[in-house]
Structure formats: C-alpha cells, structure tokens
C-alpha cells in the first residue's frame, strides 16, 4: 500500500457527489447488485436541493396549458413515481402546483433529506461516505484508474470499476486533465442565496408580489445592486412562514450576508405582514446554477430541447423549459412544445475521451442553454437512475 494511504477501499462504482443524482444514481446501480461507494464533500445527502431549503420539486412533469396535472402523471417511470408516492403516503401532498405554464411537486421541509435517506438505507450494497472529499484521480490511457479522498485527515484510495460524476461541476474531468464544458463569463447566471423567514403575522400568497416590489423600491430607494430587484419569495409549509431568495451575481458572493441584512430590514419596515419577521436560518452557501459539463459523445442543444427532440438512444424525458436568471432582465423561461417532452440520449452520459466515466445530474455534456433546463431536481434525479443503470450495463459488458 502507498505509504501516503491510510485506507484502501474497493467497489464495482464509486459515486462522486451525494446530491439528488448522485443519491439515486447509487442507489439504482445497488438494486441491480453492484457493490457501491457514494462520496460527499459536505455532512449532508441532497447537496443543493437539500440547502437551497426547495419547495418545488420541478421537471417531473409536460407543460400542459390546459391542466389539471395528475401527480402520478410524471414524464419518468421509477425513482420519480417512488419520490411522488413517498410523498404522497408520507406527507399528504395529493396534487401538483400550476405555476404559469408549468406543474411542480410542493416539496415540504426535511422531504426531500427524509426520501434520500430513506432510498440509500433501503439499500446494503451501497455505502455511503459523508465529509469525504475527492482531490485526486489518476488515469492510465483511456481509463480512470484510483481516486483520491480526504476525510477526517485520512488519506483513502478507491478502487473501482466505473466512475459517475455527480459533483455538479465535472470535479471528475477537472481533476483527471480531461476535456470538460465551461460557462463563458459572459452567460454566467446569477447564483441563489435562500433565506427562510419566521414569524410572519397575516401572510398570505400576495407576499409573493409584496416581496419583489419592495426589493424593487429598495433598488431605487437605497441605491442598492440592480440585481437585487430580483428578490423573490416563496411561502413555506404555513404562512407564518417563508423563504427569500436573493439573485447575486458570483462576483458579488461575499457581499451575502451585508445584503441580506439591508434588503430584510428594509423589507420588514415596509411590510406590516413581516414587522416581527425574523430570520432562522440561510442557505449558508451562495449556490450557482450554471455548472461544467463533462465533455461527452453527444452535447445536448437548446434546439433538441426546444424542438423536443427524440432519439434512439433516449434514456430520459426532459419538459422544463429552459430557465435562465440573468444580471440585466431576471428571470428568462423559453418553453418546451406544449404536452410534448425531449429525451436526453445516454450519449450526454458517457465520457468521449474516457471508457470508465460516467457524468450525471447537473453535469451531463450540454450546451448551456440545455442545461438550463436539466438542472432541475425531477430531471436530474432520473438522470441520476439512468446512470445507475449505465454503469451495471457497462459492467456487464
Ligand atoms: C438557487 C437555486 C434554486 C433552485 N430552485 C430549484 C427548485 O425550486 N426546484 C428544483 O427542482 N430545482 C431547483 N434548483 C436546481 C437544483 O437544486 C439543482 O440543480 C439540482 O439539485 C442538482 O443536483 P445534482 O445532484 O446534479 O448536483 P448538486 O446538488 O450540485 O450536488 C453535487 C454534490 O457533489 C458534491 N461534491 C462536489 N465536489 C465534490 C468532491 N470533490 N468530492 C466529493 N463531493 C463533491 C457537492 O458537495 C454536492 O453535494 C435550484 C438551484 C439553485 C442553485
């Protein structure tokens, strides 16, 4: 053993990355019998679905003017309809929410940690290992050969036969020197930073326009940032209660928590709903939206997803439309064919350059724009599944 390794640790897949991919994408690789390691950087499952405290789950659902929206409706069979009927027997949520066009899954609080929890447990053959963070990879030819992890000061080597990226930012192709899609800084989007609100007194669903025109006015007021005009707010589980999501650019990510402060006190001093208002808890983390992709053998467009487009090698269904939260105008939606989806073709999952890596979630190989429409949890937890069933299929070849 390499004298700088205090541990060896063998599996059929090591999974990078437990956020919603790469949680189900571990789990389906263990239902079909593969010995599973799932590795985390931070001390939580669900990565920023989980601390971005989300109450929607989208993508599981076609846009459809017309509506209503079945919850079992969804585009994707498997871990989509085990996320909807979790929640369902569990939390009593028995109908989709219409927003605009589209239908999301109310998502209540600690649902989303409790269903992921409840997944990997169900599983023996897939372990999982929190607080460990991937800093190395070593290639030989057209393979990836051992990683790499820290955890605790531990210095631990993994074996394996196949990798799936699901660390969000292709940390995979990074580390091994191999090609991956970068967001020119022009495109980037503005990043998320949450905020959940307690005691609101008379709230209702108006806050939802309240919010933003107050943040409006304290732009113009105050003489803030532009962006912060975009604020946004978004009821929580009653309506003493709520999340405010602020839209900052990433140049400005360590100006968070000044932001926050003003922008809450000057909301609270002109909403008589919020004048008790307190905050109880943030997201911690600036998140950005925009991720790298791992450069595979096909890159899915926004005309694929625009144009709905299908092909033979579809492994899942996409309908969200792509979602872009811009510095200039805010929020831009360009939708998907009306009761009409796309397929992500299992080429956007394998590596052009490398026969044992797999990408998933947030990171498949996709223009920007297409990523804009993936990036949502539905999508990416199907992602996730169609990676685990890649990986046993690659294995058994
Ligand atoms: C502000 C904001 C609001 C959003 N709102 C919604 C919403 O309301 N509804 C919705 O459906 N979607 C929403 N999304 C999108 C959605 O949350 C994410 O895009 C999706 O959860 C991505 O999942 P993922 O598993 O691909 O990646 P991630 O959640 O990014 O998970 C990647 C994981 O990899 C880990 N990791 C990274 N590097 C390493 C390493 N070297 N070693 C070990 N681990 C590593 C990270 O710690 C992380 O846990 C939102 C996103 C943002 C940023």
Redesign the pocket.
Known sequence: MDKAVDKIIKCDVVV???????VCAAVTAARNGLKVLL????NYL????NK?M??????LYANNQKGPCDVNDTLNKGISQELVHFLESKYNITETKRIGKVF?LPLPDNSLASFLTTLLDSQKNAISSLN????AIDKKGNQLSSLK?KKSGESISIEFKIVID????S?VSRLAGIPFLTVDKEKQQL??Y?AKVVKIEGGDESLMIKVPYWADKFVALEGAPDFLKYTTYIQGDTLEEGYL?MNIPHSSRNLKEEYLTKIFQFITGHLQEMKNAQIEKTSEEV???D?SGTAGEYVLTEEDVLGARKFDDGVIRGAWPIEQWLEEKGTCYKYVKENDYYEIPKRCLKSKTISNLIS????ISASHEAVGSI????T?MSL?EASGSLASEMIRR
């Open positions: 990078i990355g437990a956020g919603v991919s790469g590795v985390e950087k931070n669900g990565g920023a679905a971005c989300h109450k929607a789950v989208c993508g999301v460990t963070e991937i800093y992890a699901c660390s969000g930012d940390v990043c998320g949450i999501k998140f950005a939206r991720s998933s979630g947030k990171c990036r949502v949890m539905g990416c996730g």
